[in-house]
């Protein structure tokens, strides 16, 4: 593997406390650009709290650094602006737009324009628009999701699709670092085979990938390195093959789904 010299997300001594309950503490790992990180927990541990503080969307101890700048105070709207992007456990769309129309609604920060310029430039907002349209279109075949499905409502697309376009508009416009929340929570067969080939697609392409993840076929085969916590603090980190031999790791969370 390359010697990576600056990740592009670094968390340091994340915490996070809903009163006196203690739902993080003491978590720092970092990603660099074409790696994927894995994190890993049994149900409770604290994973999805650990999205929520590196996204600011909850009040939280400790420190965010994306790409060499430290964003702890920065809101979560200007974190995405800044290339920093999540999908949710829960397919996130539109549904009254078609998936097509979904993905041109995440290219606003190319494509949109003000009121005035589309009334005062009517050919060009209709070339503007155009524009959008293919690009989109080109986005959604990259994430997997072929044209036949590009008119449809959202709720009308195979499960797996409704999950790829879940994963295609957290991506937007592009990111640095892109986190995925259980993205083959119900997948199987062919689905979670494209599912893995676009993790690695993603990888190669040099995106930093954080991954969530129950299904430890899937984490174990694609990540670089993986995180392991319980009840809210660290208990484990390194490659696959070391995780899978960490007796912390069997007692706390591999050996339950054994």
Same mark, same amino acid.
């Given at each position: ?26 978590? #720092? ?19 999805? #709290? ?24 920065? !809101? !979560?709207?200007?974190?995405? &602006? ?51 349209? &293919? ?12 044209? &036949?499905?590009?008119?449809?409502? !959202? ?56 991954? %969530? ?20 603090? !660290? ?7 070391? %995780? ?15």
């Amino acid at each position: 593997m390359q010697a990576r010299t600056q990740p592009v997300l670094k968390v340091e001594d994340l915490g996070v406390s809903y009163g006196a309950l203690v739902a993080l503490d003491g978590v #720092s790992w970092q990603v660099a650009a074409g790696e994927i990180l894995g994190i890993i927990g049994p149900n409770g541990a604290g994973k999805s #709290s650990c999205y929520d503080a590196v996204t600011h969307l909850v009040r939280r101890r400790g420190k965010v650094v994306l790409l060499g700048e430290d964003v702890t105070a920065v !809101p !979560p709207d200007r974190l995405a &602006e800044r290339g920093l992007k999540r999908a949710f456990q829960q397919n996130a769309s539109f549904h009254d737009l078609t998936v097509l129309e979904n993905m041109v609604v995440m290219l606003h920060d190319r494509y949109g324009t003000g009121l005035l310029p589309s009334i005062a430039l009517p050919f060009q907002e209709a070339r503007r628009r155009r524009r959008a349209m &293919e690009e989109a279109a080109q986005r959604l075949v990259r994430f997997g999701i072929p044209a &036949e499905f590009h008119d449809l409502k !959202p709720g009308s697309v195979p499960y797996g699709t409704q999950r790829m376009l879940s994963i295609a508009l957290a991506y937007g416009s592009g990111a640095k670092a892109l986190l995925l929340d259980e993205p083959a929570a119900g997948l199987g067969g062919a689905d979670m085979n494209r599912l893995i080939s676009l993790l690695r697609d993603l990888k190669a392409e040099g995106l930093a990938l954080v991954v %969530i993840e129950h299904h430890m076929d899937l984490i174990m085969s694609v990540a670089d390195r993986i995180v392991v916590l319980e009840q809210g603090r !660290p208990i484990a980190s390194g490659t696959p093959k070391e %995780i899978q031999a960490d007796p912390r790791v069997l007692e706390a969370y591999l050996g339950r789904v054994q």
